[in-house]
């Protein structure tokens, strides 16, 4: 299951991920990773969330963004849960970019895949979106 939520700076979207990760920690039997771009979220999540600050990796491309959770999972096959903030700023894309759209369709096949639940937030206006990324809303 991947689940997008996407709107412009000030729409609530970190509230709404704050909340869903604290509450995932409660509900989820396995381990949740948050992976986020700068350490704001240091401070309002559980204890328990394995925080990643992804601007300590040099993520310039999708294809790295796909072997970093890879790899996040095959050290830790327990993770049911990863939560990802501010897509488009972890890996430098404009929302309209076919990347993205491809990028959330491989996301979800490894979900399937690997029984594991993922929240994407996209910062940018929802009419901005492509049917391809509105089939995650």
Not at 43 to 72: N, P, Q
Not at 81 to 97: H, N, R
Request: aromatic share 12%; charged share 25%; glycine share 8%.
């Amino acid at each position: 299951m991947v689940r997008v939520i996407m709107g412009v700076k000030g729409t609530g979207k970190t509230k709404q991920m704050i909340e869903l990760i604290n509450s995932a920690v409660h509900s989820e039997n396995g381990s949740v990773v948050c992976i986020e771009r700068g350490p704001k979220l240091t401070y309002d999540i559980h204890y328990k969330i394995r925080l990643v600050e992804a601007s300590h990796y040099d993520m310039k491309d999708f294809a790295f963004l796909k072997g970093f959770i890879s790899g996040l999972y095959a050290g830790n096959y327990d993770t049911t849960y990863m939560f990802i903030d501010s897509l488009t700023k972890i890996v430098p894309a404009d929302p309209g970019d076919p990347a993205v759209e491809d990028f959330l369709d491989w996301l979800n096949k490894f979900s399937d895949k690997n029984d594991i639940k993922f929240t994407v937030t996209i910062s940018a206006d929802a009419s901005l979106a492509t049917d391809g990324i509105k089939k995650y809303f």
